[in-house]
């Protein structure tokens, strides 16, 4: 499985920007793809995870419930993350990865990821 995440910029706060996924190597019609980030000096933290399969199921951090909304792109094999109301402490290199089994909110579930895209909100 390869994935390619991109999207990440410089933005103020209070601004938005949506990032892209893009997986490839296997097979999607019933994954789960999901957004993790990593700000200088911390752990990787959980974001947002989206699940396809009879239906589409999402779990979202606390910290960017409402803020953020991740989906699946046309293409199914693309998924988004639209963020809205962004502040500094959402500054990060963000990355994407492929879930497989475990809590979703645990980095150890997902064993492919993708290269990370730096987001920089101002103040």
């Known amino acids: 499985v390869q994935l390619q995440a991109s999207g990440g910029g410089l933005v103020q706060a209070g601004g938005s920007l949506r990032l892209s996924c893009a997986a490839s190597?296997?097979?999607?019609?019933?994954?789960?793809l999901g957004w993790f980030r990593q700000a200088p000096g911390k752990e990787r933290e959980f974001v947002a995870t989206?699940?396809?399969?009879?239906?589409?199921?999402?779990w979202y951090a606390d910290s960017v419930k409402g803020r953020f909304t991740i989906s699946r792109g046309s293409a199914k094999n693309t998924v988004y993350l639209q963020m809205n109301s962004l502040k500094p402490e959402d500054t990060a290199v963000y990355y994407c990865?492929?879930?497989?089994?475990?809590?979703?909110?645990?980095?150890?579930?997902?064993?492919?990821w993708g290269q990370g895209t730096l987001v920089t909100v101002s103040s």
């Open positions: 990865a492929a879930y497989d089994s475990g809590y979703v909110s645990y980095t150890g579930s997902y064993p492919y």
């Open positions: 989206i699940r396809w399969k009879n239906d589409v199921t999402t």
């Open positions: 190597g296997r097979t999607f019609s019933s994954y789960s």
